[in-house]
């Protein structure tokens, strides 16, 4: 007898396994999915685009999920807007900077005036090539309040005409709020960690919604005879078995239920990210800044929390004890203005050349992630490693300014640092 008879939600699905599950599965998104494409990159919005019209009529849009993401579209039309500017600024300080620091070698050395200018020019430069990528690749282009000017709503449109799941009978939708509100005093997945929402008119469920989400898919799913796949960038612990950061699959609860309703078919959780880290299981080439801007989106600042001494210091400690080489590339990046370029990671690392940045910045995040669950780092903090794309490759990456700031000069005696960010 296997060890995983009676035990198989405890198993870790292999990449293959993963990717059989999106040519063979129902495939339903959470409105989070659908939010996150106005948050998104161009290049990123297209290759999702591409992998949900290769799903075909396996993609699966539940009634609630739909719900939700027009309550709340408009909000995330507007997200995105700051960030741009954020990292234009921060472009900006950095040129200013490698000027202020060539103007005073030139001096001590008394280089000719003319090779300064070429240096200023040369500087100046790079940073208007590298702010115009930034200002060509803004998230949340081609959004529109107007609905019939949003052409990423006219895209969707067509990509889920026919896909939407219908609104669930009175009566079954009371009796699925009912159970909704029973496992959420119970604590049992999905939903208990949205307990504090309450009910409003424009959302009479309350903290119901995920539960709705959950039953209208699973439903759907059990109809057709398929295994499911369900799509959520929600990463609370009510859909996610977790250890320390490190995303393992879907409640062990909710493998065991869908198990329980569909005779016996299988359950997958996947975040946005996954769907284009596996999209070649359906023939369809993601690009690697599209990989690393839907783990921005996953990541990104909600606030104003900022990266401690502590947090850093814990940071890099860790991913030196595990062997990566991220950590001297943190470094390097705060001696050089926030800045590292590829060919710096590649020396020290000591990458081959055929090796690829697809993917880098995972290290870093899911400790970041685990850093946050042990109340070390705040949540909403800058990501570490934030890529910089010249044409389709990363030129490099830029780390928060604050962190540039502790690994120079270290905390002043002024600040009053909180013990945890």
């Given at each position: 007898?296997?060890?995983?008879?009676?035990?198989?939600?405890?198993?870790?699905?292999?990449?293959?396994?993963?990717?059989e599950?999106?040519?063979?599965?129902?495939?339903?998104?959470?409105?989070?999915v659908?939010?996150?494409?106005?948050?998104?990159?161009?290049?990123?919005?297209?290759?999702?685009?591409?992998?949900?019209?290769?799903?075909?009529?396996?993609?699966?849009?539940?009634?609630?999920?739909?719900?939700e993401?027009?309550?709340?579209?408009?909000?995330?039309?507007?997200?995105?807007?700051t960030?741009?500017?954020?990292?234009?600024?921060?472009?900006?300080?950095?040129?200013r900077?490698?000027?202020?620091?060539?103007?005073?070698w030139?001096?001590?050395i008394?280089?000719?005036p003319?090779?300064l200018?070429g240096?200023?020019s040369?500087?100046?430069?790079?940073?208007?090539?590298?702010?115009g990528?930034?200002?060509?690749?803004?998230p949340?282009?081609g959004?529109?309040t107007?609905?019939?000017s949003?052409?990423?709503?006219?895209r969707?449109?067509?990509?889920?005409?026919?896909?939407?799941?219908?609104?669930?009978?009175?009566?079954?939708?009371?009796?699925?709020?009912?159970?909704?509100?029973?496992r959420?005093?119970?604590?049992?997945?999905?939903?208990?960690?949205?307990?504090?929402?309450v009910?409003?008119?424009?959302?009479p469920?309350?903290?119901?919604?995920d539960?709705?989400?959950?039953?209208?898919?699973?439903?759907?799913?059990?109809?057709?005879?398929?295994?499911l796949?369900?799509?959520?960038g929600?990463?609370?612990?009510?859909?996610?078995?977790?250890?320390?950061?490190?995303?393992?699959?879907?409640?062990?609860?909710l493998?065991?239920e869908?198990?329980?309703l569909?005779?016996?078919?299988r359950?997958?959780?996947?975040?946005?990210?996954?769907?284009?880290?596996?999209?070649?299981?359906?023939?369809?080439?993601?690009?690697?800044?599209?990989?690393?801007?839907?783990?921005r989106?996953?990541?990104?600042?909600?606030?104003?929390?900022?990266?401690?001494?502590?947090?850093?210091?814990?940071?890099l400690?860790r991913?030196?004890?595990?062997g990566?080489?991220?950590?001297?590339?943190?470094?390097h990046?705060a001696?050089?203005?926030?800045?590292?370029?590829?060919?710096?990671?590649?020396?020290?690392?000591?990458?081959?050349?055929?090796?690829?940045?697809?993917?880098y910045?995972?290290?870093?995040?899911?400790?970041?992630?685990?850093?946050?669950?042990?109340?070390?780092?705040?949540?909403?903090?800058?990501?570490?490693?934030?890529p910089?794309?010249?044409?389709?490759?990363a030129a490099?990456?830029?780390?928060?300014?604050e962190?540039?700031?502790?690994?120079?000069?270290?905390?002043?005696?002024?600040?009053?640092?909180?013990?945890t960010?």
């Open positions: 007898m296997s060890i995983y008879r009676d035990f198989e939600s405890y198993r870790s699905s292999s990449a293959a396994e993963l990717g599950s999106l040519r063979t599965s129902l495939v339903a998104l959470d409105a989070n659908l939010l996150n494409v106005y948050r998104y990159n161009a290049t990123t919005r297209d290759d999702l685009f591409q992998v949900l019209e290769k799903l075909g009529d396996r993609l699966h849009v539940p009634h609630q999920a739909l719900h993401f027009w309550r709340r579209r408009l909000n995330a039309l507007g997200s995105p807007s960030t741009v500017q954020q990292a234009i600024d921060a472009l900006e300080k950095q040129r900077a490698t000027v202020s620091t060539l103007e005073g030139a001096k001590q008394a280089l000719d003319g090779e200018d240096l200023r040369e500087v100046n430069g790079l940073h208007d090539k590298l702010a990528r930034v200002k060509d690749r803004e949340g282009a959004g529109n107007s609905t019939g949003d052409r990423v709503l006219a969707l449109e067509i990509i889920l005409d026919g896909k939407c799941g219908q609104p669930m009978a009175q009566a079954d939708f009371d009796a699925a709020v009912a159970e909704a509100h029973r959420i005093e119970a604590s049992e997945p999905p939903g208990y960690m949205d307990a504090q929402k009910d409003t008119s424009d959302n469920e309350g903290a119901a919604g539960y709705l989400v959950w039953k209208q898919a699973t439903t759907e799913a059990c109809r057709r005879g398929l295994d796949v369900i799509v959520t929600d990463e609370k612990e009510d859909w996610w078995r977790r250890h320390r950061g490190e995303f393992l699959g879907p409640r062990v609860e493998f065991d869908f198990r329980a569909s005779a016996g078919h359950l997958f959780a996947f975040r946005p990210s996954d769907l284009l880290l596996h999209a070649d299981a359906l023939n369809v080439r993601v690009r690697d800044e599209s990989l690393d801007d839907a783990e989106v996953s990541s990104r600042s909600t606030g104003a929390a900022q990266w401690s001494m502590e947090g850093v210091e814990e940071l400690r991913l030196d004890s595990e990566w080489k991220h950590g001297d590339v943190i470094r990046a001696e050089n203005f926030g800045f590292v370029e590829r060919a710096a990671i590649y020396e020290i690392a000591r990458y081959n050349d055929e090796r690829m940045l697809r993917g910045t995972r290290p870093v995040n899911r400790i970041t992630k685990d850093l946050q669950e042990a109340g070390i780092v705040q949540a909403g903090v800058t990501p570490m490693l934030q910089v794309y010249v044409d389709v490759k490099g990456f830029k780390i928060p300014g962190v540039v700031d502790l690994l120079v000069d270290g905390p002043s005696e002024d600040d009053d640092f909180p013990a960010g």
